[in-house]
């Protein structure tokens, strides 16, 4: 139907009350929601409606550029050839005029109706698919011995199923093995088989001395170890419980064999050490040297006349050289011990005799302002155990300080009297007093009335000085008439004062 410039050329009913209209272009859909629209006397409801919400025949029928617009009548049902002839005799206000329709509208358009057949085709595919999926279902399998959850893991069990059961999924996590697939027949037939294989571990024992049970608990040792048990063919992991070795299989056979295995690869080496080189022994040097020797441990007797050294078959020899080498190798080593100077008094005094025995190391003293102490060289064994003897000589040693505030007494400390005192106490006590903070110089003419005369024989005094002068000279006077010389130094300070001011 064409009314005017608007086409409807296709007419549905989708109720008993309502109707679809197709409009080409789709831009009139708008004109005609403008205007009222009655038929037989009865109001239309007008409203638009895309076209993919449309029922399959009117898509069916439809162009994709085509747009649909729902009539209904407010005054009941009516048959569908009357409402589709009286759309078509009241098509006359329908009509619009003059609607350009350009090209890339049309585009758009037939992009959006293209999309969206796109998404309806991919949701109709989606469904399609969780049609057809099957139901995922697990079984989770808890092993709460560690060690047997250790030896699932190194079993080729874990990659036979993912080899044989492809739709399979197997997880540990945490102390549980989880097991998911579709097939949850196959699943308890796997569940089975794991538990089967739990159950047929086994474990055999053997006892060591202490320290061979410690050097198989090095990760190194335990790697080389479990690595020998696979080129054997051995799946099985040991562990150490104090002196006594578990070793847990798959089978009884197989532990038993990786005891025999494991027993058999360890060996224990004696090494003899000359007495000159027994202070290696004891240094910071040896402790390091062993910690860069791998694959194995060491020992040194109660004595010191020996190392006993613990490692693996096959690699004796390599050990023993190695550790006759380190001995043989002289090292130079420098310490120092910082103290107080007068810490280093007491050291010198009371020591002297001490380090003059530690003939192996030369220690030189150091007294200066920055650094003070007692520098010790030597071969680092000797030196080192020089350092600990005299750290704690000096350690033992207690120092305090005494501080005095009264006049006088720093003068005589450092005179004959004061010192002859101080020595009489150093050679009772055995101690050691540091001067060294007393600041006191003395005069340098020990007479001070001759002091006096050079200071005033070249001044002349004025008259009312002169007279203050001898008043002040008199009063210095005893009853004896002898001179105190308390008071004669109080007059020359005030002489000295007036001297300055003038």
């Not at 320290?211 to 562990?239: C, H, P, W």
């Not at 022994?281 to 010191?304: K, N």
């Not at 490692?311 to 006759?324: A, F, M, N, Q, Y």
Request: glycine letters at 4%; a negative charge.
């Amino acid at each position: 139907m064409n009314t005017g410039r608007v086409y409807l050329p296709l007419i549905t009913r989708s109720s008993s009350f309502s109707s679809d209209e197709l409009f080409s272009p789709y831009l009139a859909v708008e004109h005609v929601l403008k205007h009222p629209h009655i038929l037989n006397d009865a109001t239309l409801t007008v409203s638009p409606y895309h076209v993919f919400n449309q029922p399959s025949a009117c898509q069916a029928q439809s162009d994709p550029s085509l747009s649909c617009v729902s009539v209904s009548s407010d005054d009941g049902p009516e048959s569908e050839v009357d409402i589709l002839d009286s759309v078509q005799k009241q098509a006359s206000p329908l009509t619009v005029d003059s609607i350009e329709i350009r090209s890339s509208q049309q585009t758009a358009l037939a992009t959006v109706n293209s999309n969206m057949r796109s998404i309806d085709i991919v949701g109709r595919a989606m469904a399609d698919v969780t049609e057809v999926m099957p139901d995922t279902h697990s079984v989770d399998i808890t092993i709460q011995d560690s060690v047997k959850l250790q030896l699932f893991q190194l079993s080729t069990l874990p990659q036979d199923i993912h080899q044989t059961h492809r739709n399979v999924n197997t997880q540990v996590v945490d102390d549980t093995v989880h097991l998911t697939g579709p097939d949850k027949q196959e699943l308890q037939r796997l569940k089975t088989t794991i538990v089967d294989l739990l159950a047929g571990m086994a474990q055999s024992t053997s006892t060591l001395d202490v320290e061979m049970a410690k050097f198989l608990e090095n990760d190194d040792v335990r790697e080389k170890l479990l690595q020998t048990f696979s080129q054997l063919g051995i799946t099985a992991i040991y562990t150490v419980l104090d002196k006594v070795i578990v070793v847990t299989a798959l089978s009884q056979e197989m532990a038993t064999q990786g005891c025999v295995s494991l027993t058999s690869q360890l060996c224990t080496i004696c090494i003899p050490v000359q007495k000159e080189y027994e202070c290696m022994l004891y240094s910071e040097e040896w402790a390091a040297f062993l910690r860069t020797l791998g694959l194995c441990s060491a020992r040194v007797s109660e004595d010191g006349a020996s190392v006993d050294l613990w490692t693996l078959k096959g690699l004796e020899d390599e050990k023993r050289s190695k550790v006759t080498e380190f001995l043989l190798t002289p090292i130079e080593q420098e310490k120092f011990i910082g103290m107080e100077p007068g810490m280093l008094k007491y050291v010198q005094m009371y020591f002297h005799q001490l380090m003059a025995e530690m003939n192996q190391v030369v220690i030189l003293p150091i007294d200066g302002k920055e650094l003070c102490g007692l520098r010790i060289q030597g071969l680092a064994g000797h030196c080192q155990n020089a350092q600990e003897l005299l750290q704690s000589m000096v350690s033992s040693v207690c120092t305090k300080t005494l501080t005095i505030n009264q006049s006088g007494v720093a003068r005589f400390l450092v005179e004959s009297e004061g010192t002859g005192i101080l020595n009489e106490m150093r050679a009772k006590f055995q101690i050691c007093i540091s001067l060294d903070k007393i600041h006191w110089a003395p005069l340098q003419s020990q007479d001070i009335f001759e002091a006096a005369w050079k200071l005033l024989s070249h001044i002349n005094f004025q008259k009312a000085a002169s007279a203050r002068t001898a008043a002040s000279l008199s009063s210095a006077l005893t009853d004896n008439g002898d001179l105190d010389k308390g008071s004669i130094l109080l007059w020359l300070l005030g002489v000295k004062q007036f001297v300055n001011s003038h």
